[in-house]
């Protein structure tokens, strides 16, 4: 066996992790109080004023903040809830969950895998009570059109922002409420965490006591001795922030912007590189659409095996994966809501490939992806890539 040196892997993302964030999270420990509160506090007002709102929630996860959101909005049995496909299974579960029903929309184009509108129009029925739409990959979706067909039906439209923290003037202003994530691959993390945004005073003070039982007081203030007695007005969950997450979240929204930056600077080169010497991997959102960059999904050529690039790939040290299995092919939506076609989602999920994006990534690890791809596709359909797509 020759004695190859083996070249550094390529991770598809990665967290910036460092001092701050240690210091950040001593201080909490040193300070005596995990459960939520100030840090808490400060975080869902840096996060509002990032994204130019009033206010924000501070909850444990995306998931939780889609479930309180559906729940302040009263979504439950009998409603249907316009959702897309191509999106983690959360945003679906979501909404069986709240005992509603999710209605699948096919994605607008390959170029542009977003949900699309006209087909989220042609779904629409007497029992249709909310749009949820998604950011795919980071890329905003036009929220005023979406907002005009949402008033124009008297629905609710809410965001799954998961991929989209620091899309400011992009998410959070047009709809009623957007859930963010701040899971361990999420452009921002805590390592499990979320935040909605919500616009009204009154939907947001709902959703706080959705988020602690439903209960009129806090635990700081029964522990602060600023009161003993308190009601329970709302049957809530218990979804809260707690404070070393709040502290680790306050250093990471820091530089959130500079991070989001360096994805879309990596996400160009990508796509100059790409058009140069893959002119066949098709790559989505080409029209200058705003992005916080949080993935850089590609169409493989038609004719190519995914299975074997992936493995191909894998064996040069290049992480990848793929955004994402169609949520209503999984077994548990098959058998709950019956097969159902939605081709254009089918075809790009079956093509997609995620290839590696963080901003620990540089310009000379994209090259090395993208040269591994073009290894891998010729290698897996045994001719020069360039002639696959003919
Ligand atoms: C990550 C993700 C979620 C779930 O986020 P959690 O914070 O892990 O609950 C929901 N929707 C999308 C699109 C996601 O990418």
Redesign the pocket.
Known sequence: MTTLATPPLIELGAPVLGEPEKRALAEVVDSGWLAMGERVRSFEQAFARMHGVEDAVAVS????A?QVVLATFGIGPGDEVLVPSL??V??ANVVVAAGATPVFVDIEAPERPHMSIEEARARITSSTRAILI?HYAGYTMDVPAWRRLADEYGLFLFE?A??AAGATGAVGVYSDAAAF???AN?NLTTG???MVLVRGDAPRARMRLMRAHGMTTGTLDRVHGRTTAYDVVECGTNCRMDELRGALGLVQLQRLPEWNECRRGLSTRYRELLAEMLPEVLVPFDRPDPTVAHLFPVLLPPGADRRSVVAAMTGSRVQTSVHYAPIHRFDFYRRRFGALSLPRTERFADGELTLPLHPRLTEADVSRVVATLAEALGRTTGRPSREVAS
């Open positions: 996860s995306a998931t939780a889609l999106s983690f959360a945003t998604m799954d998961a991929h994530s701040f899971f999420k499990e965490g979320g």
